[in-house]
């Protein structure tokens, strides 16, 4: 439907905004966020990218950064070492990198709290009359005697120390500790 006469307004040249302030904070927006935040924290944004990278002592082009030898340049004689080295002016970051990379891996391999519960019901009920926890009614996906097994074998890889006080707390009739 269009709209009634007289009811648009003519857009006017803003003269009070500044246009390079404005430009420049658009393109800064609109930038990709920098995930690592040790380089975030130390980027100049009035730099380029090359240009912070060389100073936090990282390199842009890993090809440019470690050349390859020319196999066929023997009869000429080529310093490597004429190469100007970049003054790196925030280590800060590379040994921040490093430290964080040197940290060991957290393992993220875990059982679901339904797995776990399900096990110590089995172990609980039968021991390790594996037949006969096949046959209970809370075996729900009506596993078989082996895979219920596996199942309870892979509980005790992932928690052993678990594993152990549970088979403590158990009667001793109830379960053989293995």
Partial sequence: MP???GKTRRQKFGYSVNRK???????????????????????????????????????????????????????????????????IRKPYVLSDLEAEASLPEKKG????????D??????ESHGEDYKAMARDEK??????PKQIRN????????YPAEWEAFVHSLPKNAMEVE
């Avoid at 075996?139 to 078989?144: G, L, M, P, R």
């Avoid at 199942?151 to 992932?158: G, H, T």
């Fill in 3 to 5: 709209k009634a006469k």
């Fill in 21 to 87: 302030r404005l430009n420049r904070t658009a393109r800064r927006k609109a930038a990709p966020r920098i995930e690592c935040s040790h380089i975030r924290h130390a980027w100049d944004h009035a730099k380029s990218v090359r240009q912070n990278l060389a100073e936090m002592g990282l390199a842009m082009d890993p090809n440019k950064a470690v050349p390859l030898r020319k196999r066929k340049v023997k009869a000429m004689e080529v310093d490597v070492g004429e190469r100007r080295q970049e003054l």
């Fill in 109 to 116: 391999n875990t059982l679901s709290r339904d797995l776990i």
């Fill in 118 to 123: 399900y096990v110590r019901y089995m172990v």
């Fill in 139 to 144: 075996n729900y996906y009506q596993d078989t």
């Fill in 151 to 158: 199942k309870i074998n892979v509980y005790k890889r992932f």
